[in-house]
């Protein structure tokens, strides 16, 4: 158990719905990522909030976003849903204390199918 | 920009075979690298790290030498057993606070008994 929940683990839902994935990071971790794994573009990084801001954007669609609240869970908001969303989606987070381990502790993912 | 290459998969072996998973990457400045592994049904966890040229990380018999001369980070062991069989990711960093972590596509291996 890597401390890192999330919520739903599977979700299924129609195209052009809206869904909203949480995550709880593990007790005392400041930062949270979010990743799309999809069969064929592998592990995707989608966006990075440290202490409830955001401090890296990868992949992101706009059809996306994020937020990190004060008690630093954080929820992924997809909208438009198309087909092609259709991925595991997970949740990371780290310790940010001075020099960054490189450990990222990951939650066991959200499956999102798209019908 | 920064990225990581794997060897393709899947990777089929038997019980006790050797095991290397080539890695490479490419990096703007000097990044630490790791790999991590997804077993079926899990998140990705830790397997090793090397935050510097020459380090090498170990964990659970596998190993990987930071290479700078090669930009490489590949992945070894000695004898693998059917439970190894995983999903395998290398993955650069190249902040301090945990910024631009890119990962590699994935190594699926299987090890039959």
């Known amino acids: 158990d890597s401390g890192v929940t999330q919520t739903p683990k599977h979700l299924i839902t129609a195209t052009g719905q809206r869904v909203t994935l949480r995550c709880s990071p593990r007790?005392?971790?400041?930062?949270v990522y979010w990743y799309q794994q999809s069969l064929d573009q592998g592990l995707q990084f989608l966006i990075q909030?440290?202490?409830?801001?955001?401090?890296a954007k990868g992949n992101i669609l706009e059809r996306f976003s994020a937020q990190q609240f004060p008690d630093l869970h954080s929820e992924l908001n997809l909208s438009s849903l198309e087909l092609g969303d259709s991925a595991l989606y997970f949740c990371a987070s780290s310790p940010i204390q001075g020099t960054f381990t490189g450990e990222l502790f990951f939650g066991e993912g959200s499956r999102l199918t798209v019908l | 920009g920064d990225s990581v290459t794997q060897m393709e998969g899947p990777v089929t072996l038997s019980e006790e075979a050797f095991l290397t998973i080539n890695c490479t990457y490419t990096a703007t400045g000097y990044p630490s690298l790791f790999w991590y592994v997804q077993y079926p049904g899990e998140g990705l966890q830790l397997l090793l790290k090397?935050?510097?040229?020459?380090d090498k990380g170990s964990n659970k018999g596998f190993e990987a030498t930071y290479r700078k001369e090669t930009t490489s980070f590949h992945l070894e062991k000695g004898s693998v057993q059917v439970s190894d069989s995983a999903v395998y990711f290398c993955?650069?960093?190249?902040?301090?606070?945990?910024?631009?972590?890119?990962f590699g596509p994935g190594t699926r291996l299987s090890v039959l008994p």
């Open positions: 090397a935050t510097k040229a020459d």
């Open positions: 007790s005392g971790d400041l930062s």
């Open positions: 909030y440290y202490n409830g801001e955001e401090r």
């Open positions: 993955a650069l960093s190249l902040h301090n606070y945990g910024q631009n972590f890119v």
